[in-house]
């Protein structure tokens, strides 16, 4: 595996480049990191697949952005586009989690022309939809005055099933151990919210592409809520949605299913 550190306008965002094949760029969720899209799995580079994945500025060994509010998602999809010509990727299979599907629908609408296929993983933007503000607002502040226990103690388990919360903590403990500026993460969850990658649903009929669209069903992940993933499926054409059986774990958090999902678009888009 080979490790690059692409600059962007003076934010150093971290690249990892595994494997040989017609290239799948991984783009990861808010307060996440690189490896927590295909959770570590090595499926996609098994199946003959060279696989890019980078932390968003501010977010794991990335460097944070210029200012405390240059996170939105101009700034995301730039970033995109600067690690595909720091790679010389002309065109790439792109899949992404939350803020890392919306970066990928503002980078297709913006570029359509180097978006070879898309996997657009629980996706939880929808114009007029309420970003609850207040909510991000609070896990900012718990992450910047109590580091990972501030964060985890504003984190509204209450509203995870009981019988995923065990494992939601841990993961998020885990994901935000990895962080080299929790401050620049801070940023990044008042920041991001309050930036809109497109304006109108509508305008995701301009992706012309193969696309698979992952979502979660509510009772599991009720911040990324299914009826978003159903309108991002019907507003793309040809797109196909993918959802879990009722009383297993959503598709997003297995990494293995997740990669078969990603490998069956990049086959789409190689013909």
């Known amino acids: 595996m080979a490790e690059h550190e692409i600059d962007r306008d003076g934010t ?12 799948v760029v991984l783009l990861h969720g808010l307060t996440a990191t690189r490896r927590y899209v295909v959770m570590g799995s090595k499926a996609l580079e098994r ?11 501010g977010h794991g060994r990335s460097s944070p952005a210029p200012d405390a509010t240059a996170y939105g998602y101009d700034a995301l999809a730039a970033d995109l586009l600067a690690v ?13 989690a939350s803020m890392g599907a919306h970066t990928i629908a503002a980078f297709a609408l913006a570029h359509p022309e180097r978006v070879a296929g898309a996997c657009l993983v629980t996706p939880a933007f929808a114009p007029g939809r309420d970003p609850g503000l207040a909510h991000w607002d609070l896990l900012a502040e718990g992450l910047r005055s109590g580091g990972v226990d501030g964060f985890v103690a504003a984190y509204p388990f209450a509203q995870v099933p009981e019988a995923w919360r065990e494992t939601v903590e841990k993961v998020v403990r885990q994901r935000l151990a990895q962080h080299r500026h929790p401050d620049a993460v801070a940023d990044a969850l008042q920041a991001v919210p309050r930036s809109n990658p497109f304006g109108a649903l509508t ?31 019907d507003a793309i054409p040809g797109a196909v949605l993918h959802v879990e059986e009722d009383g297993r774990s959503p598709l997003a958090w297995q990494g293995g299913q997740l990669s078969r999902i990603i490998a069956d678009v990049a086959a789409a888009a190689t013909g």
Do not use: F, K, M, N
């Not at 305008?203 to 599991?220: G, K, M, W």
């Open 84 to 96: 595909l010509d720091g790679l010389g990727i002309t065109r790439a299979t792109l899949a992404g």
């Open 12 to 23: 150093a965002l971290s690249v990892s480049d595994d494997g040989e094949g017609p290239p």
């Open 47 to 57: 199946g003959g697949h060279r696989v890019v994945a980078y932390d968003a500025r």
């Open 203 to 233: 305008q995701l009929s301009q992706i012309d592409a193969p696309v698979a669209v992952v979502a979660s069903r509510d009772e599991a992940d009720p911040g990324h809520p299914l009826e978003v993933g159903r309108a991002w499926t």
